[in-house]
């Protein structure tokens, strides 16, 4: 059955099809019901909708059936669990029955006699109809619960034992039933609630009192006994009844049965009665407690070490419309399902030993001074047969490196059914039966369509092949489509923390960093103990015509569904302190608060010297040099260099013996030998496979250290480009009086407490990680209980803030660029232009499409292979090469636009700027740096669709380039000097008491201008020159 449309319950479309048991019904104390009926209005507040009937609605019943099997001993009393059906739709879910082989005795066909149509107005399902099973003569059982067809019960620990206590029953019990009061907005939710129960159609222009005393009369509620308008009393009640116990020889069950023809809202007609009775108990409290999670959101951060306690998975869209972050949870949710005690034809002894069976053989995944992956592969292995129930089947990628290695070990575990292998190499051991080894290239098309010919889905995929960053890409975007359900690809040894970062971004995979298992790893080791892990991918949401997501559709009204808020009906609040106040983040001296706790009236502020010492740090791996342009980072120190020096700041560069730094005085820190020990060689033009912990990254830091020692000041500033590369030198110098900075974050992961941003993107990601770490510390302290969450503490220590605290110390600042690099030009030629990576993540199919669609030239530029990805290349476009900054000059000055649709947030994507001063209107995205960098219509576009990418490029000459050209000027060098010396200068004033204080002698706030002329720009630096040389 297809799921891609389904978009309220992908995780229940997900489910796959099994084999339904057979078993005899041995007692009459309890039976299951779970309905299945039509209703013009669907649960997912749509249109009826055969497709959800069978995907959804009767798949979903069979699964929840099949919970209380696996994971309830009601499978060891027999008890008769029963899907009635409504004879209006039982051919549809027939289809879904027949796939899972249930047998006819569990399926009840109802027909509902007399039943009474849905009022004019009423938008709302008919959830009376679940009730119909109190018509089923043939069955009687002296208790039904009642189960909907989307709450599951799941555990991963031993069943629940709910027979002894359910089989007692003698008053009904629901899944919630409590007090709530209802008042203000809150009322009217009641009252519409209660309209619905009635079977009316609620008028939110009727007066409310009115509605609902005609709605509590066809409720069977006396006069006498009505409680009309808001209460703050327990008079009113609300429940849920996913889960509801109901003894048949209850007074409920025969109220239930004369009213539930015209029922819509069975909830509220619950409340009604119970508020009258008060006879319905609290489910949860009568077999132990119950959790129940429904938003996604709630069941991912739900504490799952409590799993095995089990819980009632009814889990529904944050915002009620779609479901956005299942692949976050499907193993979990999955998982909880099966057995909690795994059936299967694998022998117990078989869910182990994967590890022992690595050691044992001559593969690197298990050895002494190679990879510690044993217990991975353990964990990875037990996990998937317990889900799958049965012997797996594996392909391994790579095999004939290590001689026998690991395809010998995977041969002789009892868990594996069938081994594929592939290698470019032969393999040099022996095959078994159940082995075929092909000696082929892995990373190509025709491989994957031949085994996907030859082979049944495996269940393992694993990737130890090249290692090349483009091979694991290619694997991780294929790959996937020869897994069976509930597979999982696995990318061994990724290189470095950027491609590892990129991977997981690109590829919605997960993944682990294992060097933490290798203390005695060396530098010059090439095994990088980094692992990715993919689950099976299911289809992305089908395009529509126009190229769009298909939506899902809005309220009657024409309004996005709304999620509900607390049980008042108000936001939710920050808890308050003992005294009735909202909690407050303390204010420390030079803090995140930073206002200063000592400062007890207003004075004048005036700095004692403008001029400031500027420690800045080159990039351990290269010369700081204008011609190494391949690293933004060796750039950005250079450029900042020249500018503050111009400016008349003090600036001491700490780099390279080759570096060309214009400022005040070098320091030579690192030289070509030791770039040589760590790389192998210093002649490289590109960055090299570094890590921040290595012989370069060491060398660089403690000497920089040492340097900085003999030469700070009190007030001076430290300058960390490279973020966590440059922290071990910061760490030493701790102890000084001086400013750490980290002056151009485009990265994730920061640890100084003075932090310069390139966009406000990336300071807001780094603010919600902030968060994040904050939230997360609160949950789970830093202790031995959770060690695995010991790096996640490291970081957080730098980065671990309440959204509440105020970010004086954090700041953006733009990237910036050199005007004189860049030629303006209002002559065009007719070909447009793709300047960045050759990769997928920057949007060049797009680029592709546009230039087929309109028939325009496209001229692409770049570092990469065009050949490597695997797109169909137009006959419009021209590959150049990489550009240096004489050729994108000339790129950028003659195309009629830059096309820059980057799919990624970007942090900073200089291209928008670059081509801007070229008087070139940059296309793009609509997200990241894009929404500052570019003032849509003004000097470029953003899209969010093909069609608006077209749009743009059709009426780019509506774009002035003398306005593209003027808005490039705030991002130059020399705005970017006069942003520096304002924020250094606040940083040093706010943290010396003075937040509260005034300088009488400030003229400006230039530095937060975005529309400076040039002139302006030269007369404002004039002015800080003049008086830093009088300094």
């Not at 149509?117 to 043939?138: H, R, T, V």
Request: net charge negative; proline share 6%.
């Amino acid at each position: 059955m297809p799921i891609e449309q389904e978009k309220r319950k992908k995780h229940i479309a997900r489910l796959p099809i099994t084999t339904y048991p057979d078993f005899e019904v041995k007692t009459d104390e309890i039976a299951v019901s779970i309905p299945i009926f039509h209703s013009p209005v669907d649960s997912g507040l749509t249109d009826f909708d055969a497709r959800r009937i069978k995907e959804v609605h009767a798949k979903g019943a069979i699964w929840t059936a099949l919970s209380l099997l696996n994971n309830t001993d009601f499978s060891d009393h027999n008890v008769g669990i029963y899907f009635h059906v409504e004879d209006t739709i039982s051919d549809i879910a027939a289809e879904a029955f027949h796939a899972f082989n249930v047998p006819e005795k569990f399926i009840r066909v109802m027909t509902i006699e007399n039943q009474i149509p849905s009022p004019p107005g009423m938008n709302f399902p008919q959830y009376g109809k679940k009730y119909m099973f109190l018509e089923d003569d043939a069955l009687a059982p002296e208790r039904w619960l009642m189960m909907d067809s989307d709450a599951f019960v799941c555990k991963t620990g031993q069943k629940f034992q709910w027979y002894p206590c359910f089989s007692a029953f003698q008053n009904p019990s629901a899944l919630n039933c409590v007090p709530q009061a209802y008042t203000g907005e809150g009322y009217e939710w009641w009252v519409e609630g209660v309209c619905r129960g009635a079977g009316i159609a609620f008028d939110p222009n009727r007066p409310l009192e009115e509605q609902e005393k005609e709605a509590l009369a066809i409720l069977e509620v006396p006069p006498e006994k009505m409680v009309l308008g808001p209460t703050e009393d327990d008079s009113r009640y609300y429940t849920c009844t996913q889960m509801l116990v109901l003894p048949t020889a209850h007074k409920l069950a025969a109220y239930i049965k004369r009213n539930f023809r015209k029922v819509h809202c069975d909830e509220f007609m619950l409340n009604v009665w119970q508020g009258m009775h008060k006879e319905v108990s609290f489910l949860p409290n009568k077999i132990g407690g119950l959790p129940k999670f429904s938003f996604e959101t709630q069941y991912i951060e739900r504490d799952k070490s409590l799993d095995a306690d089990g819980y009632i998975a009814h889990i529904f869209p944050d915002d009620r419309i779609e479901q956005t972050r299942v692949d976050e949870y499907w193993d979990d949710f999955y998982h909880a399902l099966l057995p909690s005690e795994p059936v299967s034809t694998v022998s117990p002894d078989a869910y182990c030993g994967v590890g022992e069976k690595l050691a044992q053989s001559t593969s690197d995944k298990q050895r002494a001074g190679m990879h510690q992956y044993g217990t991975f592969y353990d964990l990875i292995f037990d996990a998937i047969a317990m889900r799958q129930g049965r012997p797996l089947r594996l392909l391994e990628i790579g095999v004939s490196k290590y001689g026998t290695g690991s395809l010998k070990a995977f041969q002789e575990l009892e868990i594996i059914s069938e081994v594929v292998a592939i290698d470019v190499e032969p393999y040099i051991g022996t095959s078994a039966d159940h082995t075929t080894f092909y000696q082929i290239d892995a990373y190509q098309h025709s491989t994957i369509d031949m085994l996907k010919e030859k082979h049944d889905p495996f269940d393992i995929i694993i990737d130890d092949g090249s290692h090349d960053v483009a091979h694991q890409s290619f694997f991780l975007e294929h790959y996937g489509q020869l897994l069976a359900e509930g597979g999982q690809l696995i990318c061994e040894d990724v290189d470095n923390d950027d491609t590892f970062k990129q991977l997981c971004h690109e590829h919605n995979a997960y993944g682990l960093d294992l060097f933490v298992n290798r203390p005695e790893k060396k530098w010059g080791d090439t095994h990088n103990d980094r692992i990715l892990i993919k689950n099976k991918q299911h289809p992305p949401t089908p395009l529509d015509k126009g190229g769009q997501e298909q939506q899902t559709p809005l309220d009657k009204g024409g309004q996005e569904q709304q999620t509900p808020l607390d049980k008042g009906g108000q936001e939710q609040q920050t808890p308050l302190d003992k005294g009735g106040q909202e909690q407050q983040t303390p204010l420390d001296k030079g803090g995140y608060g930073g206002l200063g706790e000592k400062q007890q009236r207003y004075a004048i502020y005036k700095p004692t010297s403008e001029k400031l010492t500027l420690h800045a740090f080159g990039i351990p791996y290269a010369a700081t040099d204008p011609n190494f342009n391949t690293c933004a980072y060796v750039q950005r120190v250079w450029k900042f260099c020249k500018i503050m020096h111009n400016l008349g700041h003090n600036v001491i560069h700490y780099g390279h013996e080759k570096s060309t730094a214009i400022c005040s005085e070098h320091v030579t820190v690192t030289d070509d030998d030791v770039l040589k020990k760590s790389y192998g060689t210093a002649d490289y033009k590109v960055v090299p496979d570094q890590r921040r912990d290595d012989h370069a990254f060491n060398v660089f830091n403690e000497n920089a250290a040492r340097e900085v020692r003999t030469r700070a000041k009190q007030n001076d500033f430290v300058l960390a480009f490279y973020g966590w590369g440059h922290k071990q030198a910061c760490n030493q110098l701790a102890d000084l009086p001086v400013y750490i900075v980290e002056p151009s974050i485009g990265y994730t992961d920061c640890f100084a407490k003075y932090r310069i941003h390139q966009s406000n993107g990336n300071m807001n990601f780094d603010r919600g990680m902030a968060w994040w770490a904050f939230k997360l510390e609160q949950r789970f302290p830093p202790n031995d209980e959770y060690p695995y969450l010991q790096h996640v503490h490291d970081v957080g220590r730098h980065n671990n803030r309440s959204m509440n605290d105020p970010s004086w110390n954090t700041f953006v600042i733009p990237n910036f660029y050199d005007l004189e690099h860049f030629e303006y030009s209002e002559q065009k030629d007719d070909y447009m232009l793709f300047l960045g990576r050759i990769h997928r993540c920057k949007g060049i199919e797009i680029a592709f499409r546009l230039a087929e669609y309109t028939n325009t030239p496209l001229v692409v530029a770049g570092q990469g292979d065009i050949n490597t990805l695997d797109l169909k290349i137009p006959k419009q476009v021209e590959y150049v090469g990489i550009a240096d900054v004489a050729t994108r000059s000339k790129l950028y000055a003659k195309a009629i636009a830059t096309v820059c649709p980057s799919m990624y947030l970007e942090p900073g994507l200089g291209v928008h700027v670059e081509t801007n001063f070229a008087g070139t209107p940059p296309i793009t995205t609509n997200w990241g740096a894009p929404m500052e960098l570019l003032r849509h219509g003004i000097n470029g576009y953003r899209c969010h669709s093909f069609d608006q990418f077209v749009w743009a490029l059709e009426n780019v000459d509506r774009i002035d380039p003398k306005t593209c050209r003027h808005h490039a000027l705030q991002f130059s060098n020399e705005k970017a000097s006069i942003n520096y010396h304002e924020v250094f200068h606040t940083i040093l004033q706010n943290d010396q008491d003075n937040w509260w204080n005034v300088n009488p002698d400030r003229t400006n706030l230039d530095w937060l201008a975005t529309d400076m002329t040039e002139a302006e720009i030269h007369a404002r630096i004039a002015e800080i020159s003049s008086r830093l040389s009088a300094d």
